[in-house]
């Protein structure tokens, strides 16, 4: 019998092949009487595993999570609930964070009462993501002159099972006649602010709250499918081929052209995707838009120019299966990856399943 992840395809006795016989029988067969020396040959193939591999990000895993901050804010500031605030968060490619929206009784000098602007960013240092958060507004708030600036920075590992709660209510006298409850999670980092009058704050602890309902925009989950197969060339000789798609945690997707691969045996699989194309949240292609009238840029025969997404990448190295033929399950591997400007690395032997 062959061992997993091998093929008997032959078993000669005396260059005769019984192969036919062999496989018929359980792999089984007779030699006998032996009355003289005989030689019996078997010979095997090391298969190359096939088929579709899929895995998604969960804690425990040792991988990275990736943060993702795209979405929209809207609610009332818990200190102070007459004002209220309507916020786009957008976070690109590289990790760059830029809002835009609106915070009731603040207005800028720029846009009036649309405040937007670059906001920092999101970056993985030893595999955890990093929140470097930046700002200033010049303008009223209420109506008065208002200019202020500060920052933040810290671990963005966000922890959405640690939920804490807090009341915050309008007092009359020594009576608290309208309270709110909320939960809230947040993000750990230090800041320092300069306001206005030129008072400051020294760098402290703190944490940025994010009530319940927009905790579902702080996202980790991410994923891939891994597509191996079997092709024939031109000139009918078999070759093996590695396909991917990368599910990213906006919900838009990177998908990798396929590219050759070779299985051997100890070391498996090792393949590295990159510039892969763009299909958004509906799997559909996205285009490359002219800044200037907003619709489709155009190649020299009409058709719409794909957008490659040239900051994502995978690598697969060392990917070993084990099974048989159309039954197989990744056994050992690593995988690094890089997008919406994370980084990480980890084992595959529960992430492809």
Not at 44 to 64: H, K, N, R
Not at 106 to 130: A, C, F, M, R, W
Not at 274 to 282: D, P, S, V
Request: with cysteine.
């Amino acid at each position: 019998r062959p061992k997993t992840a091998f093929k008997l395809i032959h078993v000669f006795k005396n260059l005769e092949d019984e192969i036919g016989w062999v496989l018929s029988h359980n792999y089984q067969t007779t030699f006998g009487p032996v009355q003289k020396s005989h030689t019996v040959v078997a010979v095997c193939e090391i298969l190359s595993p096939t088929g579709t591999f899929t895995g998604t990000y969960s804690d425990g895993l040792g991988l990275t999570s990736i943060v993702d901050v795209t979405g929209n804010y809207a609610g009332e500031d818990p200190q102070d609930p007459n004002r209220k605030y309507d916020v786009d968060a957008a976070m690109d490619d590289s990790g760059k964070l830029s809002t835009m929206g609106t915070v009731t009784g603040i207005t800028s000098e720029k846009d009036g009462p649309q405040l937007s602007g670059n906001i920092g960013s999101v970056k993985t240092v030893d595999n955890t993501p990093y929140l470097d958060l930046k700002g200033s507004i010049k303008g009223t708030m209420d109506g008065k002159p208002l200019a202020a600036s500060g920052k933040a920075a810290g671990n963005a590992a966000l922890q959405t099972s640690v939920v804490t709660s807090r009341t915050t209510g309008v007092a009359d006298g020594n009576r608290l006649v309208q309270s709110t409850t909320y939960q809230a999670s947040g993000i750990a980092g230090g800041t320092a602010v300069l306001d206005g009058v030129k008072s400051s704050a020294k760098p402290a602890a703190i944490e940025v709250d994010v009530p319940t309902q927009h905790i579902s925009n702080l996202k980790q989950g991410w994923g891939l499918r891994l597509v191996l197969a079997e092709r024939i060339d031109a000139k009918g000789k078999n070759y093996m081929e590695a396909s991917g798609w990368l599910r990213l945690t906006n919900g838009e997707y990177s998908v990798f052209p396929a590219k050759k691969v070779k299985y051997a045996g100890a070391k498996g699989y090792s393949v590295s995707f990159g510039n892969g194309r763009k299909l958004n949240t509906a799997s559909q292609p996205v285009y490359i838009k002219d800044p200037k009238t907003g619709s489709n840029k155009l190649d020299k025969n009409g058709n719409p120019i794909p957008l490659i997404d040239k900051k994502t990448k995978v690598k697969l190295s060392n990917l070993v299966f084990k099974g048989s033929e159309g039954s197989w399950t990744a056994d050992s591997g690593n995988m690094s990856y890089q997008f919406l400007g994370q980084k990480g690395k980890g084992p595959l032997d529960s992430f492809l399943q």
